[in-house]
């Protein structure tokens, strides 16, 4: 037997909770099959009932007291005692999967949960419930022995003690109950395990598809108040939700044949009452109004009145309030939205959160997901992110209910949930959250996967500078391009940062011709010697006075947005706010530099606070899947021209880099493609095919066993061999023209991912930005368009009809129209959001190139 106790947390004088008497579990296996066993009496001193107070019934009566279509109760009025049971009967119900599919992914995963867990850990669960999924991970973390507490959050004491019995016994496993509300929890949980100097690592449980209790935008509120609040990075999440799907099953779990959930729906009516002191509403004149939108992917639960009536409500004053309710009208009670995927990741980009395990139940009908609180986060696809957040109005199945039409009217906090600002113009320049969210993903590489005592002056391609010329690089070429440009001039002299020499050796490094390494573009001249550089706490000391000068600018332009009330600040600073945009995407272009130069040094460190995914599949896949590609005219580019700046009157729009501008047409031609790029396990029975032990350079042999090259060090091939391979172009070349294909150009490549999304299939997420720190995974039944790799094409790189050379930066470009370099295009995991979903930007390397994270996909004629 295991022994627990109960804290009260609802008086928030107490530090840690007031002690409740301890009490000892049954076992879990004893309990399995039956209903939970009658707790022991609960204890009742100095506790308060959760639903008391004067103060809850009045929110009561004022979301009653509204207009016709307007009234509401709150959904906590189900979860009585009563509505408790009611609801921990319906999780036992055929109809209601949701239960039963959690339950199915639980005792498939809990082990890989628990894995992830250390020794001192703690599990809080949010609104624990019955336990029956939690207990299968309590005991994986028994099996374990994993020394873990468990913290079950509930507003019932009575049931806290009921489930909390069923646990164990554990030896490993300590359990602590929490009597108290979210908004009483989440401040507890803060003030006992978040700490900078002593963090306690954290797994919060949030089952049961509790977030689609509340619309989309208020869940993405919920988790980004647990990340900001009690999270720190390395802390995890684990919750549930459903999916989206066809009506009828999700009907039926929601108004079940034996009328379970409608007793349950109607016995909020009776609680109310009891929360009022008066007979406010006759369940007899109300019924369970249930249906489901398909198009809003929701459920929605209200009371619907049978009869005109009024409800009479005796105020303590002793006045009588009358609140007339029409035939026919709907009192809104619960929500239950249904998620798809990629609105779900729209939801933990607002949070700030990154999935690192996805599960769905063996009937495709529910998900469980494992998240991480990372040291940085990068934004992506803003637009769908506030389109999930703020919905297009339904058109079918409309409701005349203010409640279910709140998440498709605009609100006060929307841009500040997405970190952006009416004042700022995000389209094209990055606002000062993503400047300081890029910091620390620079920050996190330079100091924890680059050891600074032994990996300084290492040059693992020998076509680079040491890394640590890197340090250097991007401080000084941000701080020369503000000088040069003067892009400060209006709050500053606008002068080079002290000391100035830093921008001698540090403005331009070196992309040298592999045939003829003796020919190179212009570059600054640095020291031969290790003890000619300078000390790392001078360069850290110089990034930081030039990221100084950065915001202060930043934050005078945000206070002229401000003073002026919009973003046409920019109107007149255009050439300012260039030159801004190009050092945040030349930085951002460098933290994948550094680490695919990390990736081939044997010394490289795992990154702090961060959790890998590796594939469990060790099977090779089949053939990829060919995608016929009709002929079309395909449109390259965008227009961007640089001249325009300095017209105060053009208006102001997406930013880009030389060989980006002007947009043109170009006609393709039909072609087939495949649905994904080449793997690992493909391009070595290639390898086999050809009797070549000529490795990729992304590949290392150990012991005679083939291995992949990490930001995590070598993993071996078997957990690798669906990820796409990293190749140079020739390789990849080679590949396809062994088995009668070849690479397609530039223009194919655009056009095959225009036409993938127009095509109804499943679209693997992409893996850019660092949803991922290595390659995932790839699918023969996904369409792959863009993320994991880079994607060489046969086209090379040069100029084209209207191409001009950048004025801000003219060598960008240019200097690489060698007929030696081949486009790439899309974006690896370690690109930039901003590059990688921006569909006219364009990179380049050597064709013989080996090392940066760049794949392929072959083609052929239709």
């Known amino acids: 037997m295991s022994a627990y106790e109960i804290l009260d947390i609802r008086d928030a004088a107490l530090p840690t909770g007031k002690h409740h008497t301890e009490y000892d579990t049954v076992s879990s296996s004893a309990s399995e099959g039956r209903r939970l066993p009658t707790p022991p009496a609960s204890s009742t001193e100095n506790t308060m009932d959760a639903f008391g107070g004067d103060d809850l019934a009045d929110s009561i009566i004022d979301s009653l007291n509204k207009p016709e279509g307007q009234k509401s109760i709150p959904t906590f009025v189900l979860y009585d005692k009563k509505g408790l049971q009611l609801f921990d009967a ?79 016994p554990y030896t490993h496993v300590k359990l602590k109950g929490l009597l108290g509300t979210y908004d009483q929890g989440i401040p507890w949980l803060n003030r006992n395990f978040v700490s900078k100097d002593n963090p306690t690592h954290k797994l919060i449980m949030w089952l049961g598809s509790t977030i689609g209790n509340q619309n989309r935008r208020d869940s993405a509120r919920f988790l980004r108040r647990l990340q900001q609040t009690c999270m720190q990075p390395g802390d995890l999440m684990l919750f549930g939700y459903d999916l989206r799907k066809d009506s009828k099953p999700i009907q039926a779990a929601y108004d079940d044949a034996a009328g379970v959930t409608r007793e349950f729906i109607m016995n909020g009516l009776d609680h109310v009452n009891m929360i009022v002191k008066q007979p406010l509403l006759d369940r007899s004149k109300f019924t369970y109004d249930s249906r489901y939108q398909t198009e809003m992917g929701r459920h929605v639960a209200h009371y619907r009145a049978l009869e005109p009536t009024v409800l009479s409500y005796k105020k303590a004053s002793g006045s009588v309030l009358q609140i007339p309710v029409e035939q026919g009208e709907l009192i809104h009670v619960e929500y239950s939205y249904k998620y798809s995927y990629a609105e779900m990741s729209h939801m933990l980009t607002v949070a700030g959160l990154d999935r690192i395990g996805d599960w769905t139940d063996s009937l495709q009908r529910y998900r469980v997901t494992l998240v991480e609180c990372r040291p940085f986060l990068f934004e992506q696809q803003p637009a769908a992110v506030a389109k999930t957040l703020c919905p297009d109005p339904v058109k079918e199945d409309a409701l005349d209910c203010v409640e279910c039409s709140r998440d498709m009217l605009p609100e006060d906090d929307d841009d500040a949930l997405q970190q952006r600002s009416q004042y700022w113009p995000g ?92 020919q190179c573009h212009p570059h600054s001249e640095v020291p031969e010697e290790d003890a000619g550089w300078p000390a790392v706490k001078d360069i850290l000391a110089y990034q930081q006075k030039v990221r100084n000068r950065l915001e202060r600018l930043l934050f005078h332009w945000d206070a002229e947005g401000y003073r002026i009330g919009d973003a046409s600040w920019i109107q007149t600073r255009k050439r300012a706010a260039r030159v801004v945009w190009m050092c945040f995407e030349h930085e951002a272009m460098h933290i994948e530099t550094l680490l695919y130069m990390l990736v081939q040094s044997p010394n490289v460190q795992p990154p702090q606070h961060v959790s890998t995914a590796f594939a469990s599949d060790t099977s090779a896949l089949a053939q990829a899947p060919w995608i016929d590609v009709p002929g079309a005219r395909v449109i390259i580019g965008h227009d961007d021209d640089e001249s325009a700046d300095a017209n105060d009157a053009t208006p102001v729009h997406e930013f880009g880099w030389d060989n980006e501008h002007p947009q043109r047409a170009v006609d393709v031609s039909s072609f087939k493609v495949q649905s994904r790029p080449v793997t690992n396990g493909e391009y070595l029975a290639f390898l086999k095919d050809t009797h070549s032990t000529a490795w990729p350079a992304s590949w290392i042999e150990h012991n005679q066993k083939l291995q992949v090259k990490t930001v995590f060090g070598p993993r071996p091939m078997e957990e690798c061999l669906q990820w796409p391979a990293q190749v140079c172009y020739n390789e990849a070349n080679a590949y396809a023209s062994h088995y009668g294909w070849r690479i397609p150009t530039e223009h194919e490549l655009v056009r095959f ?38 994607e060489w094409t046969s086209s ?49 390397y050597q064709a013989g190139y080996p090392y940066v994270f760049s794949g392929f996909r072959c083609c052929q004629r239709s």
């Open 427 to 518: 389209h094209c320049l990055p606002t000062i959250h993503e400047w300081q969210q890029l910091w620390r993903a620079w920050d996190l590489i330079t100091t924890t996967v680059l050891n600074h005592d032994t990996m300084l002056f290492e040059r693992p391609i020998a076509l680079r500078h040491p890394f640590i010329f890197y340090l250097g690089h991007i401080p000084g070429f941000l701080d020369v391009q503000l000088s040069r440009h003067q892009v400060d001039a209006e709050i500053s002299d606008a002068a080079l940062t002290e000391p100035r020499e830093f921008s001698d050796i540090f403005e331009r490094g070196i992309d040298p011709d592999m045939d003829d390494p003796t």
């Open 796 to 844: 090379i790189w040069d100029r084209y009809p209207g191409y001009q050379q950048s004025q801000t930066y003219p060598g960008y470009s240019a200097d690489f129209f060698d007929g030696k370099h081949h486009t790439v295009l899309g974006g690896s995991w370690a690109t930039h959001p901003r590059m990688a979903e921006r569909r006219s930007f364009r990179n380049w």
């Open 90 to 168: 319906i999780t036992y119900l055929d109809e209601y999967y949701l239960t039963g599919a959690e339950i199915d992914i639980m005792k498939r995963k809990a082990d890989e949960v628990v894995s992830r867990l250390k020794d001192g850990s703690v599990i809080i669960e949010l609104g624990a419930g019955a336990l029956r999924k939690t207990s299968l991970v309590l005991d994986a973390a028994e099996r374990q022995k994993r020394k873990v507490t468990y913290y079950a959050l509930d507003l019932d004491q009575h049931e806290l003690e009921r489930s909390l019995t069923t646990l164990g």
């Open 753 to 790: 991912r225009d036409h993938a999304e127009t095509l109804d299939a499943p679209k693997k997420s992409a893996n850019v930005g660092f949803v991922s720190w290595h390659p995932t995974q790839v699918d023969n039944d996904y369409i792959h368009t863009v993320g994991d790799v880079w």
